[in-house]
């Protein structure tokens, strides 16, 4: 299993609509890389929620570019796809996971 980094060595990839703290890099085990996406957790440690190889990343890119058309095009439209965060907590919640 690719070995597990504190926090403070990440720099934040991203903040999620439930205010996630979430980390992407690259590890690597046998020579093998992936994509490690861990979420911030209490305590200054993180967790892995996904490992990807290529196919699954393709596969990631894939349905990140559908969501991107879909509310641009909303955009265009005229309807209003952006929302602060703190409607998309309000929205979606915070991650319940944390909330133990």
Do not use: C, W
Request: hydrophobic residues 40%; glycine residues 4%.
């Amino acid at each position: 299993m690719p070995e597990q980094h504190p926090v403070e060595k990440h720099v934040p990839t991203f903040i999620d609509v439930q205010r996630r703290v979430v980390f992407a890099d690259m590890v690597t085990k046998d020579g093998v890389p992936v994509l490690s996406v861990e979420k911030e957790v209490p305590g200054g440690s993180s967790k892995r929620i996904l490992l990807l190889n290529k196919v699954d990343a393709q596969a990631a890119i894939r349905a990140l570019e559908n969501y991107l058309k879909h509310v641009y095009s909303q955009e265009l439209a005229g309807v209003q796809a952006s929302l602060s965060p703190a409607d998309m907590v309000e929205l979606f919640g915070l991650d319940e996971e944390d909330e133990d």
